[in-house]
T-cell receptor
Framework: GAVVSQHPSRVICKSGTSVKIECRSL??????MFWYRQFPKQSLMLMAT?????????EQGVEKDKFLINHASLTLSTLTVTSAHPEDSSFYIC?????????????FGPGTRLLVL | AQTVTQSQPEMSVQEAETVTLSCTYD???????LFWYKQPPSRQMILVIR??????QNATENRFSVNFQKAAKSFSLKISDSQLGDAAMYFC????????????FGKGTHLIIQP
C-alpha cells in the first residue's frame, strides 16, 4: 500500500514561535495532499487542500496566514503553524492521494502531536 | 455542505461475533465516495473499506463488508468474526467532488471487543 510519512511525530514549542510539519509520500506521487486537525476524543476536521504547484485551498474558518501550506513537489507538503498559541495544540494529520484515476483513496500519515506552552 | 452522522458513540461486541456500525450522510452530489477508516490508539488512520457511489454492489474486504443504501444515504459497516485487534475508533467518511475533495468525517464509533 501507499506510505505517507510525517515529521516530526511530536513537537513542543513556546507560544509565539513557528512550527513546521512535513508530509511526504514515500512510494507514490501525490498530486493532492490534505491537512486535517484532530482534537482529543474528536473527529478529524479538514483544514486545507494542497495541490502541487498551486496555492492551498482553506476550509471556512481556517486562517491561511496562520497555517501556511506549501506543496512544492509531488512528494512533499509542509504545514507551518505561525506564531503558535496554546489553542493551536492539537493532532495534525496529513493525507495524500495519487495522480491516477482510481486513486481517490487518501492515505494518511501517522500524525504530528503539537503542544504549545 | 455534506454531513456524515454516526449515531453510535460506542459499541461493544463479543470476540468472534458480528457487529454493525451505522453511518448516514447527506449530499446533493451524484458522484462521490464513501469510506470507513479505523483509528487504533496509535492514532494512525487505516483504510478499512471504500465504496464508489456509482457501484450498486456492496464492497467487501475479508471480514469487513458494507451495506450501501444510496437512496436512503446509509453506509453501514459489518465486521464478522470480531477479533481483539478490531478494537479501535471507526470513522465513516465522505468524499465528494468526484473524488477530488477532502474527506468529511463522522464523529466516530468506539468499538470495544469483549474477550
Amino acid at each position: 500500500g501507499a506510505v505517507v510519512s510525517q515529521h516530526p511525530s511530536r513537537v513542543i514549542c513556546k507560544s509565539g514561535t513557528s512550527v513546521k510539519i512535513e508530509c511526504r509520500s514515500l512510494d507514490f506521487q501525490a498530486t493532492t495532499m490534505f491537512w486535517y486537525r484532530q482534537f482529543p476524543k474528536q473527529s478529524l476536521m479538514l483544514m486545507a487542500t494542497s495541490n502541487e504547484g498551486s496555492k492551498a485551498t482553506y476550509e471556512q474558518g481556517v486562517e491561511k496566514d496562520k497555517f501556511l501550506i506549501n506543496h512544492a513537489s509531488l512528494t512533499l507538503s509542509t504545514l507551518t503553524v505561525t506564531s503558535a498559541h496554546p489553542e493551536d495544540s492539537s493532532f495534525y494529520i496529513c493525507s495524500a492521494r495519487g495522480r491516477d484515476r482510481g486513486s481517490e483513496t487518501q492515505y494518511f500519515g501517522p500524525g504530528t502531536r503539537l503542544l504549545v506552552l | 455542505a455534506q454531513t456524515v452522522t454516526q449515531s453510535q458513540p460506542e459499541m461493544s461486541v463479543q470476540e468472534a461475533e458480528t457487529v454493525t456500525l451505522s453511518c448516514t450522510y447527506d449530499t446533493s452530489e451524484s458522484d462521490y465516495y464513501l469510506f470507513w477508516y479505523k483509528q487504533p490508539p496509535s492514532r494512525q488512520m487505516i483504510l478499512v473499506i471504500r465504496q464508489e457511489a456509482y457501484k450498486q454492489q456492496n464492497a467487501t474486504e475479508n471480514r469487513f463488508s458494507v451495506n450501501f443504501q444510496k437512496a436512503a444515504k446509509s453506509f453501514s459497516l459489518k465486521i464478522s468474526d470480531s477479533q481483539l485487534g478490531d478494537a479501535a475508533m471507526y470513522f465513516c467518511a465522505y468524499m465528494g467532488g468526484g473524488g477530488a475533495d477532502g474527506l468529511t468525517f463522522g464523529k466516530g464509533t468506539h468499538l470495544i471487543i469483549q474477550p
